[in-house]
């Protein structure tokens, strides 16, 4: 019999819609409850239609340079995740080389 398991997102709401707060929760985190979080990108792939369905949640809190640093680490785990599902490391190291460039352009502090 296969497993079950859910994450769940609840987004508090302004009076004009814009999210607030975000939090989530998963029965396999390392932690347990509610998880405050500032941001999150969802992309569900439908095959029937070949498209690419998306959630993309930021609460009017974030900062600038944290949106910054959430694409690049987004950047740089896709290319980890598409060579891992590919095999392609050549166009994962094009993406890798794109999430360099990104950093740089918005004034990234180098990585220690």
Not at 55 to 64: A, F, N, R, S
Request: some cysteine; hydrophobic content about 40%.
């Amino acid at each position: 019999m296969s497993e079950k398991r859910e994450i769940l997102f609840t987004v508090e709401l302004d009076d004009q819609r814009v999210p607030e707060a975000i939090h989530w929760q998963a029965a396999d985190a390392p932690v347990e409850g509610p998880q405050p979080c500032d941001a999150f990108l969802i992309s569900l792939w439908d095959s029937g239609q070949k498209s690419t369905l998306r959630i993309d949640l930021w609460t009017k809190e974030m900062q600038v340079d944290h949106m910054n640093a959430f694409f690049f680490q987004t950047l740089m785990t896709m290319a980890e995740t598409f060579q891992n599902a590919t095999g392609n490391r050549e166009v994962a190291d094009d993406i890798r080389a794109f999430g360099r460039e990104f950093a740089r352009k918005v004034e990234m502090p180098p990585e220690e």
